[in-house]
């Protein structure tokens, strides 16, 4: 590979040209390639940061990620300095960029990025919920039953979940979230972040799917909603836990081991369970 080459994704402004930054300027300004999820946009993106972006500009998007990745790795291989800018927030992160990446990685090519806005990180700070743990989704399938069938497999996820939604699927998506996760769950609807009708409704679940199929929103949604409380895990009575430590030492256990293990099932202290296996 030639001297130079690389890979620079690029954190555009979500909405509001002025949270771009420094580096995303110089980049655009001086990269080689620029690969755009939509021209348009990055045509007035560039107007209106006044940046001249003088190389060449290429389409990258859904629809030919697949074809233009590798005529775009060759260009990197060969010297050429590629960044890559999507509508808004960060590439790869439910938008394109993922193969770029992986297929500049695979030839050897230095990857960096110039971070920015992310949609994510910026609706779950101001949801209002926790914010230590969380769990990016991204869509929710577009059919009723494949959205139902993987809210019921996270209904249990105790960890804050953050999901994109297109607009004439939210009322729908809020009325399954409120029917498997619950009505009371706490939730979060962002849309038209940094923009000039941001909106940020902090409601449960069930209010919110009621505000959704009475007010269909428009633009970019972002949802937030509350982990699952953590499930109560009842202590068993002192035999039980003497045979299920018995049973692990039967199994190869060491009694340490076994007793460590049947300890941090229940969220019982050790000391506890050690005192249960040698009262005779």
């Not at 509508?87 to 297929?103: E, I, N, Q």
């Not at 090519?109 to 806005?117: H, I, K, L």
Request: aromatic share 4%; charged share 25%; net charge negative.
């Amino acid at each position: 590979m030639s001297d130079g080459g690389r890979l620079i994704l690029l954190g555009a402004p979500l909405g509001n040209p002025a949270d771009a930054s420094d580096r995303l300027r110089d980049t655009l300004a001086s990269a080689d390639i620029v690969a755009a999820e939509d021209t348009r946009r990055l045509a007035r993106l560039a107007r209106d940061l006044g940046v001249t972006v003088t190389g060449r500009v290429v389409s990258y998007f859904e629809g030919n990620e697949e074809r233009r990745t590798p005529e775009l790795v060759d260009a990197i291989t060969g010297g050429a300095v590629v960044a890559l800018v999507t509508d808004g927030g960060m590439p790869s992160v439910s938008d394109p960029g993922y193969r770029l990446v992986r297929g500049a990685l695979d030839v050897g090519a230095p990857v960096t990025a110039a971070p920015g806005p992310s949609a994510v990180t910026t609706a779950l700070a101001l949801s209002g919920l926790a914010c230590d743990r969380f769990c990016f989704e991204g869509f929710l399938p577009r059919t009723p039953a494949g959205r139902r069938s993987r809210l019921r497999a996270l209904a249990a996820e105790e960890r804050t979940l953050v999901f994109f939604e297109a607009p004439h699927r939210i009322a729908g998506a809020l009325a399954d979230l409120a029917a498997v996760f619950g009505a009371d769950r706490p939730a979060a609807l962002a849309r038209e972040l940094t923009k000039t009708y941001e909106e940020v409704l902090r409601r449960p679940l069930g209010e919110l799917a009621e505000w959704a199929a009475a007010n269909p929103p428009r633009g970019e949604i972002t949802l937030v909603v509350a982990g699952a409380p953590p499930a109560e895990v009842t202590r068993p009575d002192d035999a039980t836990l003497r045979a299920e430590v018995a049973e692990r030492e039967a199994a190869g256990a060491t009694r340490r081991d076994a007793i460590t293990a049947v300890a941090d099932r229940y969220g019982l202290r050790r000391r506890e369970v050690y005192a249960v296996v040698h009262t005779v």
